[in-house]
């Protein structure tokens, strides 16, 4: 799932190439990719792109007054092309949800939004204000935005585990399952420590790691191209996604506990003691 440095990245990449053009008309190949039809997507044509920033996980795209924010789920994503295809996508085949023309059809640069998979979860808005959209009005502030005082009143007589509150986007905005991972394993915590319980110097090293991991992310991030962003965000993980494999800090081997539809990574002697976090789907199997 695109997290805040890859959104952030992604927001950059379309101040660079599409601001000050011209939208000519959008696709829409997936009509439950939209989740608003007041103002119509088709109020987006002839606009000119005036700017493109993020809330959260939200991508903006400024559009002289009009947006299209887009939150790109799990399995979303925004892939450019300096040359659109003029040909309208047929609906419902493939992952192409959404295509918008940055220029004459077929001769212009612009953006097809997909989504891999059967689980659909790409969303996209045309409002006149982001808050408008209810994901956007319901963020915490953003974990970018946070000094250690505002993490320790944020997190203050929580009593949810502290996995379970960093990627609350009430509470937090921006952090997801992979960054997560990457700094509670920064800041040497516990996934299930108690988020209103830690001491002020756990408190100091989540915040250092909060804005040491996501700030280091947004620089390598920011710069490379759309296609090349996935591929950028493995290279960087140190845990997320390493299961079996051993932690670069101690050598231990990386362990995982499973949900549902998810699973995240943790290292025992950096962050648990030595101790492996119960894996209640794995007990369960193993019966």
Not at 33 to 42: C, E, G, M
Not at 142 to 154: K, N, Q
Not at 237 to 250: A, S
Not at 253 to 269: G, H, L, N, W
Request: glycine share 10%; with cysteine.
């Amino acid at each position: 799932m695109p997290e805040l440095p890859e959104v952030e990245a992604l927001a950059h990449h379309l101040r660079e190439h599409a601001v000050g053009r011209v939208v000519a008309r959008v696709d829409v190949a997936s009509p439950q990719v939209l989740k608003t039809f007041d103002p119509p997507v088709t109020a987006l044509h002839g606009r000119e792109v005036t700017g493109a920033g993020r809330f959260g996980k939200h991508l903006d795209l400024d559009c002289d007054g009009l947006h299209l924010v887009v939150h790109l789920a799990r399995a979303g994503w925004l892939r450019w092309s300096d040359t659109v295809a003029a040909a309208p996508p047929k609906p419902g085949r493939g992952p192409l949800a959404l295509r918008a023309h940055l220029g004459p059809p077929g001769r212009g640069p612009g953006f097809d939004l997909t989504e891999a998979g059967t689980k659909k979860g790409l969303a996209a808005w045309v409002v006149h204000d982001p808050a408008e959209v209810p994901s956007v009005a319901r963020l915490g502030p953003d974990a970018l935005s946070l000094g250690r005082a505002e993490l320790a009143e944020l997190l203050a007589g929580r009593t949810e585990r502290l996995k379970t509150a960093l990627t609350d986007q009430a509470l937090l905005a921006g952090i997801g399952n992979a960054y997560s991972d990457e700094i509670l394993h920064t800041a040497g915590l516990s996934p299930y420590a108690t988020a209103g319980r830690l001491s002020a110097q756990a408190l100091d090293r989540l915040h250092e790691a909060v804005i040491g991991v996501l700030t280091d992310a947004v620089a390598r991030s920011v710069g490379q191209s759309a296609a090349r962003l996935k591929g950028e965000k493995r290279s960087g993980l140190r845990v997320h996604g390493r299961t079996g494999l051993p932690c670069p800090v101690c050598a231990d081997t990386i362990r995982e506990v499973s949900f549902a539809d998810k699973a995240f990574q943790y290292c025992p002697t950096c962050q648990t003691g030595g101790r492996p976090l119960a894996d209640r789907r794995m007990s369960r199997l193993l019966k």
